[in-house]
Nanobody, 114 residues
């Protein structure tokens, strides 16, 4: 199973970005999909996740601003990020839990300037 994340970049505070994650090599359904981020000098944290029934959860700092979604047919996972602020600057990683294992994308850098 391979994950390819894209969509990161430089954006001004208040702006928006959409991250995409293409999943290949998996034929069944995912137990869970999610996005994590790691800011410089900090531990990786969970940002948003979605379990099989479509139930989503978000870390408090992004609630109301970020939205996770998926396209099962296209094997894509998305993270729509609005009202970005400099504290959102980090490398963002997509993750899927599939048949008992966690798989990670390579990360995409999001930089929010003030």
């Amino acid at each position: 199973v391979q994950l390819q994340a894209s969509g990161g970049g430089l954006v001004q505070a208040g702006g928006s970005l959409r991250l995409s994650c293409a999943v290949s090599g998996a034929t069944g359904s995912f137990t869970r999909v999610g996005w994590y981020r790691q800011a410089p000098g900090k531990e990786r944290e969970s940002v948003a996740s979605m379990v099989g029934g479509g139930i989503t959860s978000y870390t408090d700092s992004v609630k109301g601003r970020f939205t996770i979604s998926r396209d099962i047919r296209k094997r894509m996972v998305y993270l729509n990020m609005n009202t970005l602020n400099p504290e959102d600057t980090a490398v963002y990683y997509c993750n899927v839990h599939y048949r008992g294992y966690d798989y990670w994308g390579q990360g995409t850098l999001v930089t929010v300037s003030s």
